[in-house]
């Protein structure tokens, strides 16, 4: 239904924006570039848009060199498509001009509270916005190549922090194993996006690891904006710490604060019993149940309070 509406959608269409949220991870950029690459075999023109440009461990993605920040004048679009987008304020300073599209196309796999667009594919049961375009490309009467299918599973790879998290399911595994035959190399995309770190962020780790602290079944540490000048890391970098304050043993859930120009930001891990997003969303942030963040005007100490008190009354008033 939806997705035969949506694949109509962009087979009718000549010009196309496809966007991913700001603060692109592998599944945005993954899902975004893979897409624009199925629609451009389609002969159909098309943009990349974000907000924000791609990290570095992201640049080996076909079409990562090719997103804009904005689009090029007069650019008038027969449909969007947003990707990866709980809400359409995930966009940024792009919403307006994803939004202003005739068609608006919203393809996502967050548990959809606030969907926007005319079109929604939404499947909260899927690992990645990435698997849910594998399983889109079909519609859309385009091979399979080897750069779309490198796009797709390096969303999929990322998501499942490369299939471990309890998303990974067999339907992960066969989109995968799809991606692989038509010749995506899981060992580069995982090289690529994990094992390139540069010695700043393993430094901001080891800084993070000697603040780790336990309260209530909760693993937590911070980050202050001085920690990451004496690392010479950015706030990038912080990609992956809260994995390993999840290593624990005996632990809910995991914290880390840390401190941006835009205020503390807050990353949530649980394994069962915690529903992180919805501890997120008291700070007007958002995610998945066991995966989710949100940002707090505050310096990184008192945001991490803030978040430990109603994780405390989240698990008293839980089966806990
Ligand atoms: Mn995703």
Redo the contacts with the bound molecule.
């Keep these: 239904m939806m997705i035969r509406a949506a694949a109509d959608a962009m087979k009718a269409a000549n010009r196309l924006t496809v966007a991913c949220h700001l603060k692109p ?1 592998g ?2 950029l993954g ?1 975004m570039l893979g897409l624009a690459l199925a629609l451009e075999a389609m002969g159909k023109e098309v943009i990349r848009l974000c907000q924000d440009t791609p990290p570095e461990a992201y640049t080996f993605l076909p079409g990562a060199d090719r997103i804009r920040q904005s689009p090029p004048a007069n650019w008038q679009p027969d449909v969007s498509v947003a990707l ?1 987008c709980e809400s359409a304020s995930r966009l940024g300073t792009i919403e307006s001009v994803v939004m202003a599209a005739p068609i608006v196309i919203d393809i ?3 548990a959809g509270y606030n969907p926007f667009g005319h079109i929604q594919v939404l499947d909260p049961t899927a690992a ?3 698997q849910q375009v594998c399983e889109f490309i079909p519609c859309l009467d385009v091979p399979l190549t080897r750069e779309l299918a490198v796009c797709l599973l390096a ?1 999929i790879i ?2 499942t922090g490369a299939f471990r998290f309890s998303n990974t399911t067999p339907r992960t595994f066969s989109t995968a194993a799809t991606l692989c035959a038509a010749g995506a190399e899981p060992d580069m995309i995982h090289r690529r996006m994990f094992d390139e770190r540069p010695v700043s962020a393993l430094r901001l780790l080891g800084i993070a690891l000697r603040a780790v602290n336990t309260r209530d079944g909760i693993a937590f540490s911070l980050l202050t904006r001085e920690d990451f000048e004496r690392a010479g890391a950015r706030d990038s970098e912080t990609e992956g710490i809260i994995n390993q304050l999840m290593s624990l043993r005996d632990i809910e859930g995991a914290v880390l604060v840390y401190e941006t120009a835009e205020g503390s930001k807050v990353s949530l891990r649980s394994r069962e019993g915690l529903d992180v997003a919805a501890v997120a969303r008291e700070f007007g942030g958002g995610g998945h149940v066991k995966a989710a963040g949100c940002t707090i005007k505050a310096p990184a100490a008192e945001a991490l309070q803030r978040v430990l008190s109603v994780i405390t009354t989240a698990l008293s008033d839980g089966a806990h």
């Design positions: 991870d599944d945005a899902s990866d996502d796999h967050h990645a916005t990435s969303g990322f998501d």
